[in-house]
C-alpha cells in the first residue's frame, strides 16, 4: 500500500480498523420495507470546524445522492452551533432538499451540544424507527456521563453510532470511543487526507440501511473497495 492509501484514515487508518468497521456495519439490519430505512446525521457546526467546513458539506452531499437515488432511505441533517442553538431539518428522501439544508448551514462559535443531539434522537425514536446514526465532529465539552449515559439508551434501541471525527483532541476521542462501543458503532479519526475514504464510508453505511446487500452490488461502482468489503462481512 503506498503512502497516500496508508494516510486515507488517520490514527484509525489501518486495514485492521477499517475491517472492523465493515463488521460493525454488518450488525445494521437489511431493509426489507423500502420506505421504512431512516438514518440521523448530526453535525458539529461551531467555531472549530471551519476549516473543513466546506469540504466536509461536499461530501455529504456527494453520500446523500448516492444513497437516497436507491430509494427506500430517509435522512435527517441535525446540527449545533453558537450559544445553545440546535435544529433539526425534516426527515426527507429528497437529495436536493438535503443539500439545500446543508447549505444553510454555517459554523458559529460556540459549545459542543452531543448530548442534546442524543436526547432528540430517543425523542425521534419515539415516532420513527431509526436504522443507524453518524455523527461528525472534533471536540466534547460536556458532562462525559450523561453523553455515554445516553449512547446506551439508544443502544438499548439497536440503534448503531458511527463517530467520525475530525483531529485528535483526546477528550473527544475517550467518549466518542465509547458511545461507540456501547452502541456497537465505530469511531474512525480523520483528516484532511482523508476525505476520499470518510466519503466512501459514509455512503457504504447509506446503501446498505437502504438496500441491504442487493443495494450494494447494484451501486458496486460508487465505493469498489468499501462495499467489497461490507459485502464479504455482512450476512
Known amino acids: 500500500m503506498d503512502k497516500k492509501n496508508k494516510n486515507l484514515l488517520s490514527k484509525a487508518g489501518s486495514r485492521n480498523n477499517l475491517d472492523l468497521f465493515i463488521n460493525k456495519l454488518s450488525t445494521l439490519p437489511s431493509i426489507n420495507n423500502a420506505s421504512s430505512g431512516k438514518i440521523l446525521f ?6 472549530s470546524r471551519q476549516p473543513m467546513w466546506d469540504r466536509a458539506t461536499h461530501i455529504q452531499s456527494e453520500m446523500f445522492e448516492a444513497a437516497l437515488s436507491l430509494g427506500g432511505l430517509q435522512m435527517q441533517v441535525a446540527y449545533y452551533q453558537g450559544f445553545g442553538d440546535f435544529k433539526a431539518f425534516p426527515w426527507s428522501n429528497d437529495p436536493k432538499k438535503l443539500i439545500s439544508y446543508m ?32 455523527f461528525i465532529g472534533d471536540c466534547m465539552e460536556e458532562n462525559a456521563d450523561l453523553i455515554i449515559n445516553n449512547a446506551g439508551k439508544l443502544s438499548l434501541k439497536g440503534v448503531p453510532i458511527f463517530i467520525f471525527q475530525e483531529g ?10 465509547e458511545v461507540a462501543r456501547i452502541s456497537n458503532g465505530f469511531h ?10 470518510l466519503k466512501n464510508l459514509l455512503k457504504a453505511i447509506a446503501i446498505f440501511a437502504a438496500g441491504g ?5 447494484m451501486n458496486i461502482k460508487i465505493a469498489p473497495r468499501e462495499i467489497n468489503l461490507l459485502l464479504s462481512k455482512v450476512k
Open 103 to 134: 447549505n444553510k448551514v454555517r459554523c458559529l462559535g460556540g459549545l459542543t451540544q452531543i448530548n442534546k443531539f442524543f436526547e432528540h434522537a430517543l425523542l425521534e425514536l419515539k415516532k420513527v424507527k431509526i436504522n443507524a446514526i453518524v
Open 168 to 177: 485528535n483532541d483526546p477528550s473527544a476521542s475517550y467518549v466518542f470511543s
Open 213 to 217: 446487500k442487493d443495494g450494494l452490488r
Open 188 to 197: 474512525s479519526i480523520f483528516d484532511s487526507n482523508s476525505s476520499s475514504k
Open 42 to 47: 448530526g453535525l458539529d457546526a461551531t467555531a
